[in-house]
């Protein structure tokens, strides 16, 4: 069971508060009730070993059980419970500090942190953490304020210590509302969290709740949040190394949903910028960015367009293509441009395989029914009309056509043949 030593500060409050408040109703001053009882305080406070301090903490307990100072004897028990690493008694000691005063802060605080860290989540236990952090969130307004606050205890200071009571409440009540798998109510609480303590740690929890929850409309959020967390930096950032795990768990669901990282960056820099997307934050997917390429193309270069479409379909995932390929076969194909990868034989080629939706990568070798008399070069653009689809091969990706001569246009001509010298006239060259 571990706490955060940044609580150190909101404890040593705390625990003035478990005597401070509980005085305040109080008829006469509290005192002890005899010498032997005097003795047994001096031991029990003053012990710097916890093993031994709770040894004399019990035995006053035991011989003084309805001394003026037993809760602030149990709020005693709890931080030496807590130094043996011991949160079982530490909550039972919580416990029964609520049960003589159901409205002690730090009863309250402690069963509502140790709902988290002992991470019980039976039903009775969950019950009993909702309770005391809405409790604790409830005592808020009537005595954390100035007039009641500990002495020595500036207004400021007071604020934040309100705060964090407030987030730890708010913490808990998420982590139950996880346990109980209301994602859409732990939302509600990280976002409370968030408006008043924007950290990198929550944005994660909080990227787990909406991702649980499998809805399209939520993801972008998500994924805003999961990017926050891998690369925040501030005050409760998650540690170094759980932040590369989270940073390559951002990089693989944006990949996934986009089918690239470009962007990426973006959305990181952005979540360095707020705590929460703006509304109408969205991150493009692979399929509506294809969509939108495939409108420009049909826009500026219908060739190439409807060609991707042939693609597409003797692609399919469903498997379809092979079926569709015999719907085509046979039928001559529209003008398309294509750029030359390779033409055979070398000398007097009659195949030329053509790339069309790059500039290299082979999709349809042309079979011309007489040769040409000369090479062209790799990256030669043509245009080619009334190619006939015979064969085709899904990996790797190659369709087979044949073609007539007359309906390429852009293969390049033969060299002129090199003029012979000739000498001067009325001799021979020598």
Not at 207 to 214: I, M, N
Request: proline fraction near 5%.
């Amino acid at each position: 069971m571990k706490f955060s030593s940044k609580l150190a500060a909101l404890l040593s409050v705390l625990a003035l508060c478990a005597g401070t408040l509980a005085a305040q109703d109080a008829a006469k001053p509290k005192a002890v009730k005899d010498q032997m009882e005097y003795d047994i305080f001096t031991l029990a406070t003053k012990e710097p070993d916890p093993a031994k301090k709770i040894q004399h903490l019990l035995t006053w307990k035991e011989k003084y059980p309805e001394s003026d100072f037993k809760n602030d004897r149990l709020v005693l028990m709890i931080t030496t419970y807590q130094a043996l690493r011991d949160g079982e008694k530490m909550l039972t000691a919580a416990q029964e500090l609520l049960k003589n005063e159901p409205r002690n802060v730090s009863g309250l605080y402690y069963v509502t942190l140790l709902t988290r860290s002992l991470n019980n989540t039976a039903a009775d236990r969950l019950e009993l953490g909702e309770k005391a952090a809405n409790g604790l969130l409830g005592t808020l307004p009537e005595t954390f304020d100035a007039a009641k606050k500990p002495a020595g205890v500036t207004d400021d200071v007071w604020r934040k210590e309100k705060e964090k009571l407030e987030i730890e409440a708010l913490k808990t009540l998420a982590f139950i509302q996880m346990a109980k798998k209301n994602f859409p109510g732990a939302v509600d609480e990280y976002n409370k969290i968030l408006k008043l303590n924007c950290t990198g740690a929550v944005s994660y929890q909080l990227s787990t709740a909406l991702l649980q929850q499998r809805k399209p409309e939520l993801q972008f959020a998500a994924m805003y949040h999961v990017a926050r967390a891998a690369h925040y930096t501030g005050e409760d950032a998650l540690a170094p190394d759980v932040q590369k795990q989270v940073q390559a768990y951002f990089e693989k669901i944006y990949v996934k949903h986009t089918g690239r990282k470009e962007g990426m960056q973006e959305v990181i820099d952005l979540t360095k910028k707020s705590c929460f997307p703006p509304d109408d934050f969205k991150i493009q997917s692979e399929a509506e960015r294809m969509a939108l390429e495939e409108e420009e193309q049909k826009k500026n270069d219908p060739q190439k367009y409807l060609w991707t479409q042939v693609k597409k379909a003797l692609i399919a995932a469903d498997g379809s293509g092979a079926a569709y390929f015999e719907q085509i076969k046979g039928a001559a194909l529209p003008k398309l441009k294509g750029t030359i990868v390779s033409v055979a034989p070398a000398k007097r080629p009659k195949e030329l395989t053509i790339a069309i939706s790059t500039a290299d990568t082979p999709e349809i070798k042309l079979v011309v029914d007489a040769a040409y008399a000369n090479e062209a070069p790799a990256g030669t653009v043509i245009e080619f009309e009334g190619a006939v689809p015979t064969t085709f091969s899904s990996d790797p990706f190659l369709v087979t056509a044949e073609i007539e001569k007359a309906q390429i246009t852009g293969y390049p001509a033969p060299a002129a043949p090199a003029k012979k010298a000739v000498g001067k006239k009325g001799g021979k060259k020598k």
